[in-house]
């Protein structure tokens, strides 16, 4: 069974950085494009940056472009996500997800693989 696993998580003030990782079991890790989401509360889940199979492609929500960055080390079957500059705003659990196609067409995607999330902090 497929199995994605974020960590990295933690309490830290605004300005910090911090690095999220997650790891893929149960699927051919570099066929899929991998994507991150975030929840904070009362608020619905949201796109947060997404890469394609080869790490050649990604795409980011506008309230994070220049701040944070998404890698991926297919060897490891690991993808991250670098944040820097965090705000409050970005209080969040974060989960990283894949869909079922390796296309490159993040906007028609159906995430269908999700994690269990890790919490952010980010205080003022």
């Known amino acids: 069974q497929v199995r994605l696993v974020e960590s990295g998580g933690a309490l830290v003030q605004a300005g910090d950085s911090l690095r999220l990782s997650c790891v893929a079991s149960g699927l051919t890790f570099s066929s899929y494009p991998m994507g991150w989401f975030r929840q904070a509360p009362g608020k619905e889940r949201e796109f947060v940056s997404v890469i394609s199979r080869s790490g050649s492609s990604t795409d980011y929500a506008d309230s994070v472009k220049g701040r944070f960055t998404i890698s991926r080390g297919n060897a490891k079957n690991t993808v991250y996500l670098q944040m820097n500059s965090l705000k409050p705003e970005d209080t969040a659990v974060y989960y990283c997800?894949?869909?079922?196609?390796?296309?490159?067409?993040?906007?028609?995607?159906?995430?269908?693989?999700w994690g269990q999330g890790t919490q952010v902090t980010v205080s003022s």
């Open positions: 997800a894949a869909p079922n196609t390796a296309r490159w067409d993040p906007t028609s995607y159906e995430y269908v693989y």
